[in-house]
């Protein structure tokens, strides 16, 4: 099992930042790849950024250039600084972490910590 806990959500002004942090625990060898998903109220969970392993990054199109997903492998946390916020961003964002087994691949979720941006 792998455990997630997310921080840093919270209340900004459009044009602002916020840095959210994941810390892994548990069984977090074979993590292959570390991501963030967002909801908003009334639309599908959707992927922001993921970065593996090995430190390759990609994002959804509606936020490059202003989200920038890092990992610090010594502490297991990820992060996902976000700038030049804008109200669609408010969702509930969600760390994920995908660890491959053989020829299976398992997700594990976090809480969820809640953002929003105001106009």
């Not at 909801?39 to 950024?49: D, F, I, N, S, T």
């Not at 993921?50 to 199109?61: A, E, F």
């Not at 509930?92 to 910590?113: D, F, H, I, P, S």
């Amino acid at each position: 099992q792998v455990q997630l806990v997310e921080s840093g959500g919270g209340l900004v002004q459009a044009g602002g930042s916020l840095r959210l942090s994941c810390a892994a625990s548990g069984s977090i060898f074979r993590i292959a790849q570390m991501g963030w998903y967002r909801q908003a109220p009334g639309k599908q969970r959707e992927l922001v950024a993921t970065i593996t392993s090995g430190g390759s990054t990609n994002y959804v199109d509606s936020v490059k250039g202003r989200f920038t997903i890092s990992r610090d492998n010594a502490k297991n946390t990820v992060y996902l600084q976000m700038n030049s916020l804008r109200p669609e961003d408010t969702a509930v964002y969600y760390c994920n972490a995908e660890k491959t087994v053989g020829t299976l691949r398992l997700n594990y979720w976090g809480q969820g910590t809640q953002v929003t941006v105001s106009s």
